[in-house]
């Protein structure tokens, strides 16, 4: 009986450690999540800084009173995640409203990230046929499966998610292969390096640039800073 006794005490010592361990590593990640998630940061810039020829894609109404620009790599995982959980929101309570309009600036990492051109010029032939918003989704949407982390041959999941999306895929396919969206791309990924943008995501409204994980009420603040200052007579950013 006491044999059995002490067995017992010895099996609820170790289910107690390894408890113990599990909270311990529960702990530590979220330590480790806090202090690699990226710190947000307001700074002022210069609006008259000349720029290149750029585009972008633009979602909302042209005459909408302020622009939020983000400038963004397809490939970054903080993109991803604003574009999952923040820019929903965005969307419809300050694009869907006419509150605000919405640039998409391509911003590839192409130093880290292997894929990310790539993804830049499947959405860039997705807008072609009218279809760069959904084919932009799908793809931080589908980001596990064809990042260069996963894939090396990124080329046949656009290829899938054109077909999902309803475009006409050769045309699609002739367009990634010619790779003739390119020098757009590279425009206004070169706009965004004049600009000083190192990191994606960054966003610029009115007067002032955001850097790191911003939530929707970050973006809010901007867009009524911005409208404040267009009151006040200020010059817009773009």
Same mark, same amino acid.
């Given at each position: 009986?006491?044999?059995?006794?002490?067995?017992?005490?010895?099996k609820?010592?170790?289910?107690?450690?390894?408890?113990?361990?599990v909270?311990?590593?529960?702990?530590?990640? &979220?330590? !480790?999540?806090?202090?690699? *998630? /990226?710190?947000?940061? $307001?700074?002022? =810039?210069?609006?008259?800084?000349?720029?290149?020829? &750029?585009? !972008?894609?633009?979602?909302? *109404? /042209?005459?909408?009173p $302020?622009?939020? =620009?983000?400038?963004a790599?397809?490939?970054?995982?903080?993109?991803g995640q604003?574009?999952?959980?923040?820019?929903?929101?965005?969307?419809s309570?300050?694009i869907?409203?006419?509150?605000?309009?919405?640039?998409?600036m391509?911003?590839?990492?192409?130093?880290?990230?292997?894929?990310?051109?790539?993804?830049?010029?499947a959405?860039?032939?997705?807008?072609?046929?009218?279809?760069?918003?959904?084919?932009?989704?799908?793809?931080?949407?589908?980001?596990?499966?064809w990042?260069?982390?996963?894939?090396?041959?990124?080329?046949?999941?656009?290829?899938?998610?054109?077909?999902?999306?309803?475009?006409?895929?050769?045309?699609w396919?002739?367009?990634?292969?010619?790779?003739?969206?390119?020098?757009?791309?590279?425009?206004?990924?070169?706009?965004?390096?004049?600009?000083?943008i190192?990191?994606?995501?960054?966003?610029?409204?009115?007067g002032?640039?955001?850097?790191?994980?911003?939530?929707?009420?970050?973006?809010?603040?901007?867009?009524?800073?911005?409208?404040?200052?267009?009151?006040?007579?200020?010059?817009?950013a773009?």
């Open positions: 009986m006491v044999a059995k006794n002490a067995q017992v005490r010895k609820s010592r170790s289910g107690f450690y390894a408890l113990l361990g909270v311990a590593l529960a702990g530590a990640g &979220a330590i !480790g999540w806090a202090v690699t *998630r /990226p710190k947000t940061v $307001v700074s002022k =810039i210069d609006p008259s800084i000349p720029l290149p020829k &750029a585009e !972008g894609y633009v979602k909302g *109404r /042209p005459d909408a $302020v622009e939020i =620009i983000e400038y790599d397809f490939e970054c995982p903080g993109c604003f574009a999952a959980v923040t820019e929903p929101d965005i969307r309570k300050l869907d409203t006419g509150e605000a309009r919405f640039r998409f391509d911003h590839p990492l192409i130093e880290i990230h292997q894929n990310t051109m790539a993804a830049s010029l959405a860039a032939c997705a807008n072609e046929q009218g279809k760069f918003w959904e084919m932009h989704d799908r793809i931080f949407m589908g980001q596990p499966d990042s260069g982390y996963a894939t090396a041959n990124p080329k046949k999941f656009f290829k899938q998610y054109a077909g999902e999306l309803g475009a006409d895929v050769a045309k396919e002739q367009c990634f292969d010619d790779q003739k969206l390119v020098a757009q791309i590279e425009a206004n990924r070169n706009e965004g390096l004049q600009r000083g190192r990191s994606t995501p960054t966003f610029i409204v009115g002032r640039m955001l850097t790191g994980a911003p939530t929707y009420d970050n973006i809010k603040a901007l867009v009524d800073s911005a409208k404040a200052d267009a009151g006040k007579g200020a010059a817009p773009r």
